[in-house]
Nanobody, 123 residues
């Protein structure tokens, strides 16, 4: 079994910063792409940032230059450093990890989601 635990959300004023973390635990071989998504009330979930196993990153245009995704492979953890936060960044943030596991028929990769953490940007 694989479990993801997110932390770091909260209430912050516009222009402030927050750092989200998502740690994976359990039985698996390795973690491929790690990503952060967000869902605001009444809106669809959207991709915020991803980082591949070789460190290649991709960002939603509206967060480019303000958010930084990183990973610590030794700790099976992905981070999202958010700066210059805006009210429109308010949402529940979810991590998604593509994890390589070993099964009876061989290796396989599956997506796992974190439980979500609320980020509220308001004065």
């Amino acid at each position: 079994q694989v479990q993801l635990v997110e932390s770091g959300g909260g209430l912050v004023q516009p222009g402030g910063s927050l750092r989200l973390s998502c740690a994976a635990s359990g039985s698996f071989i390795s973690i491929n792409t790690m990503g952060w998504y967000r869902q605001a009330p009444g809106k669809q979930r959207e991709l915020v940032a991803t980082i591949t196993s070789d460190g290649t990153t991709h960002y939603l245009f509206s967060v480019t230059g303000r958010f930084t995704i990183s990973r610590d492979n030794a700790k099976n953890t992905v981070f999202l450093q958010m700066s210059s936060l805006k009210p429109e960044d308010t949402a529940v943030y979810y991590c998604k990890l593509n994890i390589l596991q070993r099964g009876a028929a061989g290796r396989y990769a599956s997506d796992y989601w974190g439980q979500g953490t609320q980020v509220t940007v308001s004065s």
